[in-house]
């Protein structure tokens, strides 16, 4: 409507809330990375010795520095190959199906009694490779990266192995599936 000012505000506005977004997440993973897989890693290892004059503080913080890089890099990598190809609410439900896998593990944790820590890691790990198969790899495959058939036929050409009806299942969009 001729309001060229208002475009420009609005495109700072825009602009402004999604590098704050992408800078905030990727802190937070790469501190999520630093503090709850790379150090108890270092610290495990018997060989571990921080350089020579300086403290696991700076350890640490060249782990996110190189985890920051990575996050970046890879959503970089995810987006050139396979992100441009589906709108944002398929990649947004793709990932909140993610999450999803650990509600059980955390109710489970939180009123059952007989819950263990290796149920819980069994169970977000199985979860994961089959959320991994039935919603990443058929957009990897739409995008290109995989063959065709691996939805069509199933993995190594098993029925009951398609991403799009695991097991057989058949009749449900792919985010219930």
Do not use: C
Not at 3 to 9: E, G, H, I, K, R
Not at 36 to 49: D, E, G, H, R, Y
Not at 76 to 83: P, Q
Not at 124 to 148: E, K, L
């Amino acid at each position: 409507y001729g309001q060229d000012l208002l475009s420009v505000f609005t495109f700072i506005g825009g602009f402004s809330a999604a590098t704050s977004m992408i800078i905030v997440e990727t802190i937070a993973l790469s501190t999520m990375m630093s503090n709850n897989i790379a150090t108890p890693i270092l610290l495990s290892a018997k060989n571990f010795q921080p350089g020579r004059g300086t403290s696991l503080t700076n350890t640490i913080l060249w782990i996110r520095r190189i985890s920051i890089f990575l996050i970046i890099a890879l959503a970089f990598l995810y987006d050139k190959l396979v992100a441009q190809h589906f709108s944002l609410v398929s990649i947004g439900l793709i990932s909140f199906a993610a999450v999803a896998q650990f509600a059980p593990a955390v109710i489970g944790g939180i009123y059952w009694k007989g819950a263990s820590q290796k149920g819980a890691m069994t169970g977000v790990a199985v979860g994961f490779v089959i959320w991994f198969f039935t919603a990443v790899v058929p957009s990897m495959v739409n995008a290109g990266m995989f063959s065709q058939s691996i939805v069509e036929e199933g993995l190594w050409g098993i029925e009951w192995l398609k991403p799009t009806s695991l097991f057989g299942m058949q009749g449900m969009d792919s985010i219930t599936h």
